[in-house]
């Protein structure tokens, strides 16, 4: 009798074992990376990061990570269909552009003209023009797509990872918008 219980227990163990083995080794059919299913975000394509901030209604946010802190702020972009971006200053992530501006939290920094280059997977975007009156270029490298939440105001954001290329200062950051 104890025998036949000890069988039963580690027969059920086994396949209970072959059941959760099987539903984890399913393969996602975008990347041909082995991945749970669960687990799987839903993301934008890096050849739409063009469309993606440009049809956007909303600021964009670049900083070092979703919940960085930082004493003077974040950069804010809102960027136009006609190939510009303003940037403002803002002290959080606000969930819309409206409740930004109703805060008065936006500091207008500047205007500076964009441009997208996309080869394969890899998106480039460059900004030249003056940003406090001082002349400046800078680049963004996608690199992949990013979710999360905001610790500090609750709000979940979307974006990118990407680099960041300052006078050819190069650092990680990222750059979300506030998650419908």
């Known amino acids: 009798m104890k025998?036949?219980?000890?069988?039963?227990?580690t027969l059920g163990l086994l396949a209970?074992?072959?059941?959760?083995l099987a539903g984890c080794s399913s393969k996602s059919s975008d990347s041909g990376n082995t991945q749970q299913a669960s687990f799987k975000n839903k993301t934008t394509k890096k050849a739409d990061v063009k469309s993606t901030l440009t049809q956007s209604k909303q600021l964009w946010y670049v900083t070092g990570s979703v919940n960085a802190k930082s004493n003077s702020g974040l950069e804010a972009y809102k960027f136009n269909k006609n190939?510009?971006?303003t940037v403002y200053n803002v002290n959080k992530f606000y969930k819309t552009f409206s409740a930004?501006?109703?805060?008065?939290a936006l500091n207008k920094e500047g205007t500076l003209a964009t441009t997208f280059k996309t080869k394969g997977n890899k998106t480039v975007i460059s900004f030249k023009g003056k940003l406090s009156d001082i002349p400046m270029t800078q680049k963004f490298t996608v690199?992949?797509?990013l979710t999360g939440k905001n610790k500090a105001t609750h709000l979940k954001v979307a974006g990118y990872h990407i680099a960041r290329d300052v006078d050819e200062d190069v650092t990680k950051a990222v750059l979300v918008k506030v998650a419908e």
């Not at 209970?16 to 959760?20: A, K």
Request: proline fraction near 0%; charge should be positive; aromatic fraction near 4%.
């Open 3 to 9: 025998k036949s219980r000890m069988f039963a227990a």
């Open 16 to 20: 209970i074992l072959t059941i959760g």
């Open 83 to 85: 190939g510009k971006v």
């Open 100 to 104: 930004a501006k109703k805060a008065d």
């Open 143 to 145: 690199k992949k797509t």
